[in-house]
């Protein structure tokens, strides 16, 4: 297992910008596909981004071209740069080690209108 603490959420205006990082306990990056998951109140959690080992990126269609999937092995760290964010991104995101399974606690991101 492999503990994920999520950090860089907050409360931001439309337009603004947010970092969300995801520090792992352990060097996982390397054989682990790392996914940023959000989930809104009364919604399904759903796969916002994903990285693959070998950084590969995929993005959910509503966040294409404004958020960006990227890791830092050597921080064992995972981060997400939103841009241009609107009040529908508004939700919980949490750190996702697809191949291990294992959940961070998640980091609430509020974006005001």
């Known amino acids: 297992q492999v503990q994920l603490v999520e950090s860089g959420g907050g409360l931001v205006q439309a337009g603004g910008s947010l970092r969300l990082s995801c520090a792992a306990s352990?060097?996982?990056?390397?054989?682990?596909?790392m996914g940023w998951y959000r989930q809104a109140p009364g919604k399904q959690r759903e796969l916002v981004a994903q990285?693959?080992?070998?950084?590969?990126?995929y993005y959910v269609d509503s966040v294409k071209g404004r958020f960006t999937i990227s890791r830092d092995n050597a921080k064992n760290t995972v981060y997400l740069q939103m841009n241009s964010l609107k009040p529908e991104d508004t939700a919980v995101y949490y750190c996702y080690a697809i191949d291990l399974g294992s959940w961070g606690q998640g980091t609430q991101v509020t974006v005001s209108s």
């Open positions: 990285i693959t080992p070998r950084g590969t990126t």
């Open positions: 352990r060097s996982i990056f390397s054989i682990n596909d």
